[in-house]
C-alpha cells in the first residue's frame, strides 16, 4: 500500500513538473539559456519521474 502511494506521489510531481515547464516555456518571455538549457533539464527531470513510476509499478507485480 505504502508503495502505490509512492509511486502515485510520483506521477502527481512528474505531471506538474512537465506540465510546468511546458506551459511556462510557451507563455513566458525567456532568454535563450533558459529556454535551451533550464527547459529541457526540468522536463528530463519530469519524464525521469514517470519512468521511476512506471519501474516502481512494474517491480510490484
Do not use: C, W, Y
Not at 42 to 55: I, M, P, T, V
Request: no cysteine.
Amino acid at each position: 500500500m505504502k508503495q502505490q502511494v509512492n509511486t502515485a506521489i510520483l506521477v502527481i510531481v512528474a505531471l506538474i513538473i512537465v506540465s510546468a515547464t511546458l506551459l511556462h516555456g510557451s507563455i513566458a518571455d525567456i532568454s535563450i539559456f533558459h529556454g535551451l538549457i533550464l527547459h529541457p533539464v526540468f522536463l528530463l527531470a519530469g519524464l525521469s519521474l514517470f519512468a521511476s513510476a512506471k519501474e516502481q509499478r512494474k517491480s510490484r507485480q
